[in-house]
């Protein structure tokens, strides 16, 4: 089991940058035997896939929204997963929420919220004009 917690969210304008941090505790499996994703959650809208990577870091996805904007990246020394966010726009503005996969076979569907086995407790991005 893992815990996590995000942080470096808050409120800046657009064309500014954020990095995100996504802390993971120590669990029965280390924090390199999960992937992770991040996902977003604006007023009225579904909860939207960002960016994902996998358990060595070597595979990377991102949403069409953020790519060549947003970076993941993790650091499985430091239990740490990071979400790079430059250029931002008003229209990240969201909950933004980290999630581990435990990935025991078969395909990744990691823009599936419901592929993630747990997820942290969300940090507000807020992109103003």
């Known amino acids: 089991q893992v815990q996590l917690v995000e942080s470096g969210g808050g409120l800046v304008q657009a064309g500014d940058s954020l990095r995100l941090s996504c802390a993971a505790s120590?669990?029965?499996?280390?924090?390199?035997?999960?992937?992770m994703g991040w996902f977003r959650q604006a007023p009225g809208k579904e909860r939207e896939f960002v960016a994902a990577?996998?358990?060595?870091?070597?595979?990377?996805h991102y949403a069409d929204s953020v790519k060549d904007r947003f970076t993941v990246s993790r650091d499985n020394a430091k239990n740490t997963v990071y979400l790079q966010m430059n250029s931002l726009k008003p229209e990240d503005t969201a909950v933004y929420y980290c999630?581990?996969?435990?990935?025991?076979?078969?395909?990744?569907?990691?823009?599936?919220?419901?592929?993630?086995?747990?997820w942290g407790q969300g940090t507000q991005v807020t992109v103003s004009s």
């Open positions: 120590e669990s029965g499996r280390s924090f390199s035997s999960y992937a």
């Open positions: 999630a581990a996969d435990l990935k025991l076979g078969g395909s990744w569907y990691y823009t599936w919220s419901h592929e993630y086995d747990y």
């Open positions: 990577i996998g358990w060595s870091g070597s595979t990377t």
